[in-house]
């Protein structure tokens, strides 16, 4: 099975780009709550976003692979006040930018799935949990299910939460 675990709440801060955002100690407890739904013996990788590294340290004593296309959607550096509606705008015409800066959300979708499908040919037939980021994780559990994105999971996810796939 595969595990795919969105971040704990991070300290949001305006005027930083949210790929440099650390988890809010907070949340840490939320976090901790996770430990008992992932399996032990798993194989984990992480995005190398801070929140997500940190979310990771949180849930697991074992070694974590630090993979660079795991990241979230590339967003830049502007602090967007309308975010869900232009992330809703980035699923509707994911070929396009969303928003000035934006990595379109098809290039998000390649870069992640063909790192996830490496991830899962080294670890075929074990479980695998992938620590990274809500758009991310939605776009792969589309492309690995071949069903269209689910905007409502999307929405209802938690900071942290789990999406299991049978991959």
Do not use: N
Request: charged letters at 25%; a negative charge.
């Amino acid at each position: 099975m595969l595990h795919l675990v969105r971040h704990g709440r991070p300290l949001q801060v305006r005027g930083v780009a949210a790929d440099r955002w650390e988890l809010d100690p907070a949340g840490f407890d939320e976090v901790w709550a996770l430990r008992d739904r992932l399996p032990a013996g798993a194989a984990w990788y992480s995005s190398p976003e801070p929140k997500a590294q940190q979310t990771a340290q949180l849930l697991t004593d074992g070694d974590v692979g630090v993979v660079d296309d795991l990241r979230e959607h590339r967003r830049g550096e502007a602090w967007v006040d309308d975010f869900d509606a232009t992330v809703e705008r980035a699923f509707a015409e994911p070929t396009v930018p969303a928003y000035d800066g934006w990595e379109p959300l098809e290039e998000c979708r390649a870069r992640v799935t063909k790192a996830v499908s490496g991830i899962l040919s080294a670890h075929a037939g074990e479980d695998v949990v992938l620590i990274g980021h809500g758009t991310a994780w939605t776009v792969l559990a589309s492309e690995l299910t071949g069903t269209p994105p689910d905007l409502a999971r999307w929405r209802a996810l938690g900071l942290p939460d789990v999406i299991t796939v049978d991959a």
